[in-house]
């Protein structure tokens, strides 16, 4: 009996990766999706902006190992007047987690959201067709993320590009308030203290805009401001990490960070969505 059992424990793993080839990494918890690193080592490589064209280069975060097959990739857009450097944070730590990440630089630093949506979506052509960790990623599994008027950004190319499977938007502007057009599953991450892009008038009417049949979210940080997400940020991160995780790679280990909804907290001021997700 000793002997079924034991047979039994071990067959459930391969059943569950039979069931979803994506998942990568070991089984989540609370602790490993707020840690400053996740399971992975990476490594990184940065992309001129002289040999690419549509966005402005940037820099590659990648999960070192290759023993666990390609994985998903996101790119990230900085905001206004702002470079790279404003979200770098973001890099290694969703990398370690188990993604290609590219944080980039715009065309220029005064760009709108409309071209930062465009740029996004430069970059992930380039990461999946024409960089050196090309072959490292799976390019039915991508997503979108960027702050201020890189979240707007954001949603913009989710507009565009309805098979990207993940979009985040962190403290997002944009003077389009509406986007019932959105297929992507959509994280937005709003602040309680923006005075720039205050809640009311953007993080807010966007979530709301969302169809009402979309996997989404709106996660409205406590005590923070318009540039809480260019520091490295805890909240951001494990919502971020366990969204990603759900959505680009379908792993439903990571549900039970997202459903039931998280409840207000010292770092989170309101969180909703729709639960369970079906996406």
């Not at 918890?29 to 690419?52: D, H, K, N, W």
């Not at 549900?255 to 909703?272: A, G």
Request: charged letters at 15%; hydrophobic letters at 35%; one cysteine or more.
């Amino acid at each position: 009996m000793v002997a079924v059992q034991a047979a039994g424990a071990q067959a459930a793993p391969a059943r569950a990766a039979a069931e979803n080839p994506y998942e990568r990494g070991p089984a989540p918890t609370e602790a490993s999706i707020e840690a400053a690193r996740g399971p992975y080592a990476v490594s990184q490589t940065t992309v001129s902006s002289l040999s690419v064209s549509g966005f402005g280069g940037g820099t590659v975060y990648y999960p070192t190992s290759t023993s666990d097959g390609t994985f998903g990739a996101v790119v990230i857009s900085p905001g206004y007047t702002a470079y790279q450097s404003s979200i770098a944070w973001l890099g290694p730590r969703l990398a370690s987690q188990g993604f290609v990440v590219f944080t980039i630089d715009t065309l220029t630093t005064l760009d709108q959201p409309d071209s930062r949506g465009r740029q996004l979506l430069a970059a992930l052509d380039y990461l999946t067709q024409s960089s050196a960790v090309r072959t490292r990623i799976d390019s039915s599994r991508l997503g979108v993320m960027g702050h201020s008027m890189g979240g707007g950004g954001t949603l913009e190319a989710a507009k565009s590009r309805p098979s990207l499977q993940a979009a985040i938007p962190l403290t997002g502007w944009n003077l389009d308030k509406t986007w019932p057009e959105i297929k992507t599953p959509t994280l937005i991450v709003g602040a309680d203290g923006d005075t720039i892009a205050p809640v009311a008038t953007h993080s807010e009417p966007f979530y709301e805009s969302l169809p009402s049949s979309l996997d989404k979210a709106y996660l409205e940080l406590n005590g923070a401001t318009h540039f809480t997400p260019n520091s490295s940020n805890t909240t951001i991160a494990k919502y971020s990490i366990s969204w990603l995780k759900r959505f680009i790679d379908n792993d439903t280990r990571y549900e039970q960070f997202l459903c039931p909804l998280p409840r207000p907290s010292l770092t989170i001021d309101e969180y909703r969505g729709n639960c369970p997700h079906t996406s």
